[in-house]
């Protein structure tokens, strides 16, 4: 007996210190993705209707472990007699009926007043169309009165991070062109699903100017855990900058540049897929010929990401990869309040630009984020995700020129 008692602690130590490594590294104060840490409206009524439940839940637990461990000590086998068996005892079933029925009562209860709360759309002040699709999400402001003083007049089109005002209720309307993904910034509310040909809305609001991260929770194909997103919120300043900055006027690379030759390298390779608002092409007549992507000819889901202004964000492909070096995005995502939006308007500096990570999703993006298997290479002569444009280290120079330049 004392052999197997011994063979069996270890295990058991070993299986209790998993456990309590999991639950420390949940506990972790920098958890980009805390739903205890909520900081936005909608968040805090799902944390106050999951902290009682998550509670409760804990002392149920115990009461349960509790009774277990007593009835293991009391009731070993000793070659006593059978216990008192409480078989037979309606009052007993009865009670541990009814106070399971009672707590999932005030559970449910208070569930359905969340979720009706939640639904809310009717105050929200501004309007932004979300698009997943594999593997990255699309960020459209229409021309509207709302998001800030004076509206947004020229739409705005970006990718992988969703840019709000501070203190102000979104409307985000949720949809996806190929698959069915799901939406979730933990932070600022509760998930949403992307469903092809429907049209699902959902409230967010910020309290303060940061970072909030989140993912896809859906599985949706071979990059399914690269499908990142990030919530940029600004207070209104800053806010009405950034929307100066998307809509300003394209700023063409000076001749006889090495950006120059990119801004050339990306209507060859890049073009017909990414678009660059305000890029044109002049014959030799001298007639201007604006540049517009026609991604649908070459993408399952028929869309790409806008390039337009790129170095205004952190992130690429699908918020997965930093255009910051680690220093500098460490300095960002912890930058106060109050100097958070005049550090993330500076864009990606010369002195922060994380060209090693851009410079190999140039040379072979499959091999950074798998696009489709290798037997399905593509689908109905279309490219799942980017394909590997087999790209010379000169291209790939001239390139990472032209993209600097894009902000």
Same mark, same amino acid.
């Given at each position: 007996?004392?052999?197997?008692?011994?063979?069996?602690?270890?295990?058991?130590?070993? +299986?209790?210190?998993?456990?309590?490594?999991?639950?420390?590294?949940?506990?972790?104060?920098?958890?980009?993705?805390?739903?205890? &840490?909520?900081?936005?409206?909608?968040?805090?009524?799902?944390?106050?209707?999951?902290? @009682?439940v998550f509670y409760t839940a804990g002392i149920v637990l115990l009461i349960v472990i509790?009774?277990?461990?007593?009835?293991?000590?009391?009731?070993?086998?000793?070659?006593?007699?059978? @216990?008192?068996?409480?078989?037979?005892?309606?009052?007993?079933?009865?009670?541990?009926?009814?106070?399971?029925?009672?707590?999932?009562?005030?559970?449910?209860?208070?569930?359905?007043?969340?979720?009706?709360?939640?639904?809310?759309?009717d105050d929200t002040q501004c309007i932004v169309n979300v698009t997943g699709q594999q593997w990255w999400w699309e960020y459209d402001y229409p021309a509207q009165a709302?998001?800030?003083?004076?509206?947004?007049?020229?739409?705005?089109?970006?990718?992988?991070?969703?840019?709000?005002?501070?203190?102000?209720?979104? +409307?985000?309307?949720?949809?996806?062109?190929?698959?069915?993904?799901?939406?979730?910034?933990?932070?600022?509310?509760?998930?949403?699903?992307?469903?092809?040909?429907?049209?699902?809305?959902?409230?967010?609001?910020?309290?303060?100017?940061?970072?909030?991260?989140?993912?896809?929770? !859906?599985?949706?194909?071979?990059?399914?855990?690269?499908?990142?997103?990030?919530?940029?919120?600004?207070?209104?300043?800053?806010?009405?900058?950034?929307?100066?900055?998307?809509?300003?006027?394209?700023?063409?690379? !000076?001749?006889?540049? +090495?950006?120059?030759?990119?801004?050339?390298?990306?209507?060859?390779?890049?073009? &017909?897929?990414?678009?660059?608002?305000?890029?044109?092409?002049?014959?030799?007549?001298?007639?201007?010929? @604006?540049?517009?992507?026609?991604?649908?000819?070459? !993408?399952?889901?028929?869309?790409?990401?806008?390039?337009?202004?790129?170095?205004?964000?952190?992130?690429?492909?699908?918020?997965?990869?930093?255009?910051?070096?680690?220093?500098?995005?460490? &300095?960002?995502?912890?930058?106060?309040?109050?100097?958070?939006?005049?550090?993330?308007?500076?864009?990606?500096?010369?002195?922060?630009?994380?060209?090693?990570? +851009?410079?190999?999703?140039?040379?072979?993006?499959?091999?950074?984020?798998?696009?489709?298997?290798? !037997?399905?290479?593509?689908?109905?002569?279309?490219?799942?995700?980017?394909?590997?444009?087999?790209?010379?280290?000169?291209?790939?120079?001239?390139?990472?020129?032209?993209?600097?330049?894009?902000?």
């Amino acid at each position: 007996m004392k052999t197997v008692r011994r063979s069996l602690r270890r295990p058991a130590l070993a +299986l209790g210190g998993i456990a309590a490594a999991v639950v420390l590294a949940g506990c972790a104060k920098n958890a980009p993705q805390d739903t205890f &840490r909520p900081a936005g409206e909608n968040a805090r009524k799902i944390d106050n209707l999951q902290r @009682p439940v998550f509670y409760t839940a804990g002392i149920v637990l115990l009461i349960v472990i509790a009774a277990v461990v007593f009835a293991m000590i009391k009731y070993r086998d000793r070659g006593q007699e059978m @216990p008192e068996q409480t078989h037979g005892k309606p009052w007993l079933e009865i009670l541990l009926t009814i106070i399971p029925a009672v707590i999932l009562l005030f559970v449910g209860v208070f569930t359905v007043k969340t979720v009706f709360a939640l639904a809310k759309v009717d105050d929200t002040q501004c309007i932004v169309n979300v698009t997943g699709q594999q593997w990255w999400w699309e960020y459209d402001y229409p021309a509207q009165a709302g998001c800030m003083p004076g509206g947004i007049t020229t739409p705005i089109v970006t990718s992988g991070e969703l840019v709000i005002p501070d203190q102000t209720k979104v +409307l985000l309307h949720i949809t996806s062109r190929d698959v069915i993904h799901s939406f979730w910034i933990p932070r600022l509310n509760g998930k949403r699903d992307a469903v092809p040909g429907r049209d699902q809305t959902l409230r967010m609001e910020a309290d303060q100017p940061g970072i909030y991260t989140g993912q896809c929770t !859906e599985f949706c194909g071979l990059s399914h855990a690269r499908m990142r997103m990030a919530a940029v919120s600004l207070n209104a300043d800053d806010f009405g900058t950034w929307v100066a900055n998307q809509t300003k006027a394209y700023a063409p690379a !000076e001749k006889d540049t +090495l950006a120059a030759q990119g801004e050339t390298q990306f209507i060859t390779n890049c073009s &017909r897929c990414h678009q660059v608002n305000g890029l044109t092409t002049t014959d030799a007549n001298g007639v201007v010929t @604006p540049v517009l992507a026609n991604p649908d000819q070459y !993408e399952v889901s028929g869309s790409a990401p806008n390039l337009t202004d790129l170095m205004t964000r952190t992130t690429f492909a699908g918020a997965t990869f930093d255009l910051l070096t680690p220093a500098c995005r460490e &300095r960002l995502y912890n930058a106060p309040p109050d100097q958070f939006g005049k550090l993330y308007l500076q864009g990606v500096t010369p002195e922060c630009f994380n060209e090693g990570e +851009l410079r190999d999703w140039l040379r072979n993006a499959p091999a950074k984020k798998p696009m489709y298997s290798a !037997e399905n290479e593509k689908l109905d002569g279309k490219y799942r995700g980017m394909p590997n444009l087999n790209l010379t280290e000169n291209q790939i120079d001239q390139l990472v020129a032209y993209l600097l330049e894009r902000k």
